[in-house]
Nanobody, 123 residues
Framework: QVQLVESGGGLVQAGDSLRLSCAAS????????MGWFRQAPGLERDFVAA????????VYTDSVKGRFTISRDNAKNTVYLQMNSLKPEDTAVYYC????????????????WGQGTQVTVSS
């Protein structure tokens, strides 16, 4: 069992930066691939980024490439999402999620989910 708690969301202006954190409970964090997803009002939950258990592999959705960076610190049981050059279209609730084995863009493959943190970007 893994429990995930996100933090770091807030209200910012376009062009600003935020760093989201996702703290995980349990001793097996380092064995899980981690992902960030986001959901805007009225829309489906979309993939943002994922990182392998060893942090060797990362993958991003095209709209955030070059602006967002996913990282993890297995000693701290934490995964991060550094978001730079934020745009109003980045406004959403951001969720972190954990899955065993390899990274994936598919939300259905993730077993554990956090409660989400709101990111609002004003123009």
């Amino acid at each position: 069992q893994v429990q995930l708690v996100e933090s770091g969301g807030g209200l910012v202006q376009a062009g600003d930066s935020l760093r989201l954190s996702c703290a995980a409970s349990g001793r097996t964090f380092s064995t899980y691939a981690m992902g960030w997803f986001r959901q805007a009002p009225g829309l489906e939950r979309d993939f943002v980024a994922a990182i392998s258990s060893s942090a060797r592999f990362t993958v991003y959705t095209d709209s955030v490439k070059g602006r967002f960076t996913i990282s993890r610190d297995n000693a701290k049981n934490t995964v991060y999402l550094q978001m730079n050059s934020l745009k109003p279209e980045d406004t959403a609730v951001y969720y972190c999620a954990a899955k065993s084995s390899v990274t994936s863009r598919r939300s259905q493959e993730y077993t554990y989910w956090g409660q989400g943190t709101q990111v609002t970007v004003s123009s």
